[in-house]
C-alpha cells in the first residue's frame, strides 16, 4: 500500500499495538485457537465492537512465519492440520449458518479432489476427517 496510515480488516498478530480499553471490552485473543487465525478473530471482534484496525505502512517488522511450527519433517502436515482447525473455528464463530455449509461443501469437494488427484494423499485423507466431523453451531 502507499505510504501512511490504512484501515484494514485484520493484521499479523505477529506486532500489534492494542488499546487497553479494547480488551476490556472486548476480550483476550479467544483461547479456542491454538494456532493461526486468533488475531483475525480478535480484529474481526473488534471491528463489530466498533474500533478500527489500522496499519502503518511506513514501519517494518520483520516476521519469521512458521518459526513455531516448523519443528520436524512433518511439520507441513502438522501446520496444514492446525491452519484448517482454526479456520472451522473462526467460521464457526464469525460466519452464518450458509456460509458455514458452503464452506464445508467446498473443502468437501477441495480435498476430495487432490485425494482423488493422489496430491499429499495421506495428509489431506486428514484434513478431510477434520473437516467431515466437525460440527458448527
Not at 484501515?7 to 494456532?35: P, Q, W
Request: aromatic content about 14%.
Amino acid at each position: 500500500p502507499e505510504s501512511g496510515i490504512h484501515k484494514v480488516n485484520a493484521l499479523s498478530g505477529a506486532c500489534l499495538l492494542i488499546r487497553k480499553s479494547m480488551i476490556h471490552e472486548i476480550g483476550y485473543f479467544d483461547t479456542d485457537f491454538f494456532m493461526y487465525y486468533e488475531d483475525h478473530d480478535f480484529g474481526f471482534r473488534g471491528k463489530k465492537a466498533g474500533w478500527d484496525c489500522l496499519l502503518n505502512s511506513d514501519v517494518i517488522v520483520k516476521h519469521y512465519i512458521g518459526a513455531s511450527s516448523e519443528k520436524s519433517d512433518s511439520s507441513s502436515d502438522w501446520k496444514n492440520e492446525m491452519m484448517f482447525k482454526s479456520l472451522l473455528i473462526y467460521f464457526d464463530k464469525n460466519c452464518n449458518w450458509l456460509q458455514q455449509r458452503l464452506l464445508k461443501l467446498g473443502w468437501i469437494f477441495g480435498l476430495s479432489l487432490r485425494i482423488l488427484l493422489g496430491r499429499r494423499k495421506e495428509s489431506n485423507k486428514k484434513l478431510l476427517k477434520h473437516v467431515l466431523n466437525y460440527r458448527f453451531h
